[in-house]
């Protein structure tokens, strides 16, 4: 008789603990919450020229140095780069009033439009 309430008990258990969850889950759902106070948006910094041609020199750095490698996920990685080095143009572009190009990822010769359009005005990296 002992094994038999055991095993009914064991078989219940489950079950009963299930329900009980998808209890809490529901209340905790539809429990009214605190309106959320949203963040102000952030102010974008603008960084120094140098800081910029600072981080295209690192950037081309690191692009030839995981080209060269046989790292794991390399093709993501240089994309990272890469959209990184395009939206380091951009903000070389704004910082020398220059139109900037359109949103990351470049296609190539955009790319190589905006760097002669950056080295005609001076800047070198």
Known sequence: MVAVL??????????AVT????????WFVGHERPA???APDPVPTARSLEALVATLRRLETDYA?????????RA????????AYDDTL?????AL?????????????????????????????
């Open 19 to 26: 329900a009980v969850l998808i209890r809490l889950v529901s």
């Open 65 to 73: 140095a995981v080209e060269a490698s046989r790292l794991p996920a």
């Open 76 to 83: 993501h990685r240089l994309q990272a780069i890469s959209l």
């Open 6 to 15: 055991s095993y009914l008990a064991l078989c219940l258990l489950p079950a």
């Open 97 to 125: 009033e220059i139109p900037p190009p359109e949103n990351p990822p470049l296609p190539p010769v955009e790319r190589m439009r905006t760097e002669a359009e950056l080295s005609l005005r001076g800047l070198t990296w």
């Open 90 to 94: 951009r903000e070389c572009c704004l």
């Open 36 to 38: 959320a106070t949203t």
